[in-house]
């Protein structure tokens, strides 16, 4: 079946600082990735969609210019959290999608201290 | 706007039993409707995805049934493991926009 990666799958950070999270799809091309976010024993909460080659889609409250998302490629897509705070720390999952299914992630475990 | 809702929110149960699931949807018009699997601190894996012109689906011990007229889905397990306990989460797919909704999940425990 079709795998996502992504890395890293966990990462400490300092307050003020920013953090880039890749997600790929390592064995077919994703024209579109989605970002979650998933706070402790929540559902997941669509952050962002992003085709490859455009800008970004964010939900509403989403701050895209905390929140950078590239989609350079039709295998990785990145989210980079700017002047991370401890409130942004959370569970973030990405997923691939080629049509109607997706295929997602393992999640990357972010701690802002 | 779609809204997913999943009953029980937590369930515990002996091992042997079988189980049902129940995810309700607000908006009928969806593409398909996919349930998973998450472990603690882990991704999601998918376990089975109806189309919206199936009415069931079958892997292993599991089964997911989908009536769009009536807005639900159930996941079926039968004999029921401690290995199954995690979070099962199901996501209605919105028709044409391909976004899916996630419901909160239901918390399994299998106790031996």
């Known amino acids: 079946g079709a795998v996502v990666s992504q890395h890293p799958s966990w990462v400490i950070c300092k307050s003020g600082t920013s953090v880039k999270i890749e997600c790929r799809s390592l064995?077919?091309?994703?024209?579109?990735m989605f970002w979650y976010r998933q706070f402790p024993k929540q559902s997941l909460m669509l952050m962002a969609t992003?085709?490859?080659?455009?800008?970004?889609?964010?939900e509403q409250g989403v701050e895209k210019d905390k929140f950078l998302i590239n989609h350079a490629s039709l295998t990785l897509s990145t989210l980079t959290v700017t002047s991370a705070h401890p409130e942004d720390s959370s569970f973030y999952i990405c997923?691939?999608?080629?049509?109607?299914?997706?295929?997602f992630g393992p999640g990357t475990r972010l701690t802002v201290t | 706007k779609q809204e997913v809702t999943q009953i029980p929110a937590a369930l515990s149960v002996p091992e042997g039993e079988n189980l049902v699931l129940n995810c309700s949807f607000t908006?009928?018009?969806?593409?398909?409707l996919q349930w998973f699997r998450q472990d603690p601190g882990k991704g999601l894996t998918s376990l089975l995805l109806?189309?919206?012109?199936?009415r069931e689906q079958t892997s292993g011990r599991l089964n997911a049934s989908l009536d769009k007229s009536s807005g639900r889905s159930t996941l079926y397990i039968a004999a029921s493991q401690p290995g199954d306990s995690a979070t099962y989460l199901c996501a209605a797919v919105s028709g044409g926009s391909y976004i899916p909704t996630f419901g909160r999940g239901t918390s399994l425990i299998v106790h031996p």
């Open positions: 908006d009928s018009a969806i593409y398909n």
């Open positions: 064995d077919f091309q994703a024209t579109t």
């Open positions: 997923s691939a999608s080629s049509g109607a299914e997706q295929y």
């Open positions: 109806i189309q919206s012109s199936q």
């Open positions: 992003s085709n490859e080659g455009s800008k970004a889609t964010y």
